[in-house]
């Protein structure tokens, strides 16, 4: 059974940081692309960050370049973003997401809240 759980989101000011975690179970974790993903109200589900599962490539939205990095560990099969400098517009409910690297299919967490305010 495949499972993503998320972890690490909360209420912080603006300027301050959150580390998100994703624990990873049920496929195989080293072989698979992973990345986060974000959905504030009334918006459409975006792509934040990801990494890839050869030569960790990584790539990032527009508006988190320089303040975001996404980052996994294998050995824990868990999957990171360390979000700093976040603003008011950071705040949304935040997914991990999977890629199988041998089948392909798709699997996503149950989210955590993310509300960046004063």
């Known amino acids: 059974q495949v499972q993503l759980v998320e972890s690490g989101g909360g209420l912080v000011q603006p300027g301050g940081s959150l580390r998100l975690s994703c624990a990873a179970s049920g496929f195989t974790f080293s072989s698979a692309a992973m990345s986060w993903y974000r959905q504030a109200p009334g918006k459409e589900r975006e792509l934040v960050a990801g990494i890839l599962n050869i030569g960790f490539k990584r790539n990032y939205a527009d508006s988190v370049k320089g303040r975001f990095f996404i980052s996994k560990d294998n050995a824990k099969s868990t999957l990171y973003l360390q979000m700093n400098s976040l603003k008011p517009e950071d705040t949304a409910v935040y997914y991990c997401?999977?890629?199988?690297?041998?089948?392909?299919?798709?699997?996503w967490g149950q989210g955590t809240q993310v509300t960046v305010s004063s």
């Open positions: 997401y999977a890629r199988s690297g041998s089948s392909n299919i798709e699997y």
